[in-house]
């Protein structure tokens, strides 16, 4: 722990602090990234992304674990197919979902076939960022949701059978049951879904660089340009630094917020 985690944020810190040309402590990193537009526009896109894609993947995710909670005939597909993204790295998903949404991709083939387009839409491109944006979206979702359907389905495995038939017994109705059983019970994985998630948002980089590269610059994509573009570590373990204390402040939230309520007394 101490060589592989705690020498590179140790390292981090003494970076970020570093003048890079006279190697005295100061914060001459953290101003110069203050003053490059790229830094603002890299931490709007960042929080619009996350707070676009953490809130649809956790409602997804709650929606199919209560619908896998039923046992249904096929429920054990259903799981199954819904996990597949798992296994596709970030790179991987971002090449499909370019070859499917790119001008001469499936999707445009498919809807001018039908009759239903007659000129492709166009995803990418610096004049098309909100069809970008868009394609992130649709591929952060297919990618990253089965992380948060795999904690809170776990988690809604633990609720015993004993509390919901005892809330059938009193006529609780189903939002009932929900509101005031299932998501008390399920704070917990909730709270460990929605930190990783939002440290992995934090850090999304792979997917955004492919699909849109400098188009939508966002936090880790600048940390990259910095180190290895432009050869410059000190203001690239700032823009760490920074990401590193967002992700923090994020996840104290979510401890503070969702705390069961077991705990709050």
């Given amino acids: 722990m101490g060589v592989f985690i705690g020498y590179p944020i140790l390292e981090t810190i003494r970076l970020a602090f570093t003048h890079p040309y006279t190697g005295e402590i100061s914060l001459y990193n953290f101003q110069r990234l203050s003053r490059d537009f790229h830094f603002w526009n890299a931490l709007k896109y960042t929080f619009l992304l996350a707070?676009?894609?953490i809130p649809i993947q956790v409602t997804l995710a709650l929606g199919v674990s209560l619908l896998l909670l039923?046992?249904?005939?096929?429920?054990?597909?259903?799981?199954?197919?819904?996990?597949?993204?798992?296994t596709i790295s970030d790179v991987a998903a971002a090449l499909i979902w370019y070859n499917i949404l790119t001008g001469n991709g499936y999707l445009n083939r498919i809807l001018i076939n039908l009759g239903l387009l007659k000129s492709p839409l166009h995803f990418f491109g610096y004049q098309y960022r909100s069809m970008e944006i868009l394609a992130i979206v649709i591929t952060e979702v297919w990618r990253a949701t089965a992380i948060v359907?795999?904690?809170?389905f776990a988690g809604l495995q633990m609720i015993g059978k004993e509390y919901l038939e005892a809330a059938d017994v009193f006529g609780a109705s189903t939002y009932q049951k929900f509101r005031y059983i299932i998501l008390p019970m399920?704070?917990?994985?909730?709270?460990?879904?929605?930190?990783?998630?939002?440290?992995?948002?934090?850090?999304?980089f792979g997917v955004v660089w492919i699909l849109a590269g400098r188009d939508i610059p966002i936090l880790a994509g600048e940390t990259y340009y910095w180190q290895i573009e432009l050869k410059n570590p000190n203001v690239a373990a700032a823009y760490s630094l920074i990401i590193a204390c967002i992700s923090i402040f994020l996840g104290f939230?979510?401890?503070k917020l969702l705390k069961p309520e077991y705990l709050e007394r």
């Fill in 186 to 204: 399920i704070k917990p994985s909730l709270q460990t879904a929605l930190i990783i998630r939002t440290l992995f948002a934090m850090q999304i």
């Fill in 253 to 255: 939230l979510y401890i």
């Fill in 149 to 152: 359907f795999v904690i809170i």
């Fill in 70 to 86: 039923r046992r249904f005939k096929g429920s054990n597909m259903v799981l199954y197919i819904f996990l597949i993204p798992l």
């Fill in 51 to 53: 707070g676009i894609v």
